[in-house]
T-cell receptor, first 109, second 111 residues
Framework: EDQVTQSPEALRLQEGESSSLNCSYTVSGLRGLFWYRQDPGKGPEFLFTLYSAGEEKEKERLKATLTKKESFLHITAPKPEDSATYLCAVQNTGNQFYFGTGTSLTVIP | SQTIHQWPATLVQPVGSPLSLECTVEGTSNPNLYWYRQAAGRGLQLLFYSVGIGQISSEVPQNLSASRPQDRQFILSSKKLLLSDSGFYLC??????????FGSGTRLTVV
């Protein structure tokens, strides 16, 4: 069964303290892996799409990487405005999407 | 530009009352549209999707229904709300390279 597991559930960082969020997945055939950012009370916002193992994408302080079993969202020198819930999702070759439950990130000034 | 509108943002309804949530998209034609529900700690649950006018697929049997009366309009309804219908409802359309573009969500509280 296709599924996505994100860890940790919650993460508290000091401003400037770099860390990584994990998204482990099992999928019958990967069409794409997606990262979203969700602020409280709002819909998720698209961050990255990764298609194949070894691929990397960067945007400001965020970098997403992909292997055959997991993806990491690396946050370098985070700022308080990076506080949000980060969601991971996979799309299989049948065009079905599976979402993780998210990692709630809090960056303390 | 492509945008998605969802309303209302918050809604408090008594048990047994009807529900209608509306979602419209702009800047695209014949989009695939979705209704998701998000519960704390449980991720996003797909409720309905539609590939065209009048075409609705239900993923989870429940107290809700969906309709697509126009190409860019998607409606989530209920005839009689239950307490368990409370949650955060998201409309979305599939975007080829982004997975989904989501609406701003509706926080529904059934009391």
């Amino acid at each position: 069964e296709d599924q996505v597991t994100q860890s940790p559930e919650a993460l508290r960082l000091q401003e400037g303290e770099s860390s990584s969020l994990n998204c482990s997945y099992t999928v019958s055939g990967l069409r794409g892996l997606f990262w979203y950012r969700q602020d409280p009370g709002k819909g998720p916002e698209f961050l990255f799409t990764l298609y194949s193992a070894g691929e990397e994408k960067e945007k400001e302080r965020l970098k997403a990487t992909l292997t055959k079993k997991e993806s990491f969202l690396h946050i370098t020198a985070p700022k308080p405005e990076d506080s949000a819930t980060y969601l991971c999702a996979v799309q299989n070759t049948g065009n079905q999407f599976y979402f993780g439950t998210g990692t709630s990130l809090t960056v303390i000034p | 530009s492509q945008t998605i509108h969802q309303w209302p943002a918050t809604l408090v309804q008594p048990v047994g009352s009807p529900l209608s949530l509306e979602c419209t998209v702009e800047g695209t034609s014949n989009p695939n549209l979705y209704w998701y529900r998000q519960a704390a700690g449980r991720g996003l649950q797909l409720l309905f999707y539609s590939v065209g006018i009048g075409q609705i697929s239900s993923e989870v049997p429940q107290n809700l229904s969906a309709s697509r009366p126009q190409d860019r309009q998607f409606i989530l309804s209920s005839k009689k709300l239950l307490l368990s219908d409370s949650g955060f409802y998201l409309c979305a359309w599939s975007v080829r390279l982004h997975g989904y573009t989501f609406g701003s969500g509706t926080r529904l509280t059934v009391v």
